[in-house]
């Protein structure tokens, strides 16, 4: 079983940054990717970026430039660095990680969420 624990949202101004971690624990014997994925309410969920073992990103249209998704695989952790935040990046963010389990089985497990509120 893989946990995904989650830290760094809350309260923001229209153009202030934010950083999110994510840090993945348990029988883990490799993990693929990791990303983040955020809703909105009565929205469904959506895409913001991915990362691969290797370092290979991929972001959402919106959060092209002013977002950015870093890993550290030796910990196990993703990050996301969020600047020029906007009214509309308000949501839950959820960590998403998927990979091989010390079962040799695969895995994809999704981390709590958290709040993030731009707003003046």
């Known amino acids: 079983q893989v946990q995904l624990v989650e830290s760094g949202g809350g309260l923001v101004q229209p153009g202030g940054s934010l950083g999110l971690s994510c840090t993945a624990s348990g029988s883990i014997f490799s993990i693929y990717a990791m990303g983040w994925y955020r809703q909105a309410p009565g929205k469904q969920r959506e895409l913001v970026a991915t990362i691969t073992s290797g370092g290979i990103t991929n972001y959402a249209d919106s959060v092209t430039g002013r977002f950015t998704i870093s890993r550290d695989n030796a910990k196990n952790t993703v990050y996301l660095q969020m600047n020029g935040l906007k009214p509309e990046d308000t949501a839950v963010y959820f960590c998403?990680?998927?990979?091989?389990?010390?079962?040799?089985?695969?895995?994809?497990?999704w981390g709590q969420g958290t709040q993030v509120t731009v707003s003046s």
């Open positions: 998403n990680a998927h990979g091989l389990g010390t079962d040799r089985r695969g895995f994809g497990s």
